[in-house]
């Protein structure tokens, strides 16, 4: 993919969600992002957005005691008002512990889906933070695995802290 191959050239440069799912579209059609509570409060942010909601199904995974839930709730329902989202009319789509949304993009539509999850309300965003803090990964926030495959391959801001 050439936002890949961008990425591992110019690791301090942008990349875009909008530019991989377009790569990715002719190879699988439309595909699912997973992103927790966090992301999904920043996604207005996000290059191209709201148009970025049409290119993929959502999943936004609600961990256990975060705090972003009302939030969460909130920003949906604005979406509603707004027209950007519509609540799903397929109730055999909408299973408990589900709350389903439909984006409409010309003939395609995408389902936006919040998931409770019983996850550890601990995000890649606080994890990327606390390392740029105070240079280490924090303790007890990953398993020794995903610490360890971090350090080795120089991610979220662990490089050259071997």
Known sequence: L????????????????????????PAFG???????TDQLLALPKWYRFPELLGQAH??????????????????????E?????????FPILCEEGLTHFITQTGARATVLSVIRTQAPD?????????IAKTGEIPANALSP????YLLEN???GTKNRK
């Open 122 to 130: 601990v995000s890649s965003t606080w994890i990327r933070s606390e």
């Open 58 to 79: 959502w999943l936004i995974l609600l961990r256990a005691g975060g705090p972003n839930e009302a939030l969460v709730y909130e920003t949906l329902a604005s979406w």
């Open 2 to 25: 050439q936002e890949v191959e961008a990425a591992i050239k110019s690791p301090e440069s942008p990349t875009y969600t909008w530019n991989t799912l377009h790569e990715l579209a």
């Open 30 to 36: 439309t595909v699912g992002v997973v992103i927790g």
């Open 154 to 156: 120089g991610l979220y």
């Open 145 to 148: 695995e995903v610490a360890n």
């Open 81 to 89: 008002g707004s027209g950007l989202i519509r609540k799903c009319p």
